[in-house]
Antibody
Framework: QVQLVESGGGVVQPGRSLRLSCAAS????????MHWVRQAPGKGLEWVAL????????YYADSVKGRFTISRDNSKNTLYLQMNSLRAEDTAVYYC???????????????WGQGTLVTVSS | DIQMTQSPSSLSAFVGDRVTITCRAS??????LNWYQHKPGKAPELLIY???SLQSGVPSRFSGSGSGTDFTLTISSLQPEDFATYYC?????????FGGGTRVEI
């Protein structure tokens, strides 16, 4: 079965960096686009970034563009999110999700990890 | 960016009730609309894709409808396990966006 396991969360000071990882198993990782989605405390879901199956295209929410970088290593079945210049408002649970692209309806997120908590605080 | 607005933001209901949640897009998105259920401490789950297609394994009491800018998620007979927060998400733009969520509680 599809399994996604995030890691790398923790407490970090404003302005510092952190890298999240998402280990995938149970499916052919290199065939799927992958997403990061976050949820700040008491808030709703916010889409963060998308990377195509081969890493050739990447897309970001305006709130993280220029600070976060999504990447993947298909040989290791692992997705990454490099987060630089972190701000208090980046505090959230970060989920990785497998994207299923349908020609008639675009991307949906059919499988999610359990999330990893990032806290940005001095 | 395409903005998604859900209503209500929360609702109270009883087991067995019919529940309807609405989602409005800031521009026409055809049927590029998905619905998710999210329980505290758990991973979100996809319920409906393409506005009205039921994801495999999801109970048939869940249904979706709509196209263009106005969409609806309906739970025909609310069950105890359905108390959760529900989100719509547009997939018309590659920059995905979610609605603010609807919390369904007793």
């Amino acid at each position: 079965q599809v399994q996604l396991v995030e890691s790398g969360g923790g407490v970090v000071q404003p302005g510092r960096s952190l890298r999240l990882s998402c280990a995938a198993s149970g499916f052919i990782f290199s065939n799927y686009g992958m997403h990061w989605v976050r949820q700040a405390p008491g808030k709703g879901l916010e889409w963060v970034a998308l990377i195509w199956y081969d890493g050739s295209n990447k897309y970001y929410a305006d709130s993280v563009k220029g600070r976060f970088t999504i990447s993947r290593d298909n040989s290791k079945n692992t997705l990454y999110l490099q987060m630089n210049s972190l701000r208090a408002e980046d505090t959230a649970v970060y989920y990785c999700a497998r994207g299923d692209f349908r020609v008639s309806s675009g991307w949906d997120l059919g499988n999610w990890g359990q999330g990893t908590l990032v806290t940005v605080s001095s | 960016d395409i903005q998604m607005t859900q209503s209500p933001s929360s609702l109270s209901a009883f087991v067995g009730d019919r529940v309807t949640i609405t989602c409005r897009a800031s521009q026409s998105i055809s049927s590029y609309l998905n619905w998710y259920q999210h329980k505290p401490g758990k991973a979100p789950e996809l319920l409906i894709y393409a506005a009205s297609s039921l994801q495999s394994g999801v109970p048939s009491r869940f249904s979706g409808s709509g196209s263009g800018t106005d969409f609806t998620l309906t739970i025909s007979s609310l069950q105890p396990e359905d108390f959760a927060t529900y989100y719509c998400q547009q997939s018309y733009s590659t920059l995905l966006t979610f609605g603010g969520g609807t919390r369904v509680e007793i």
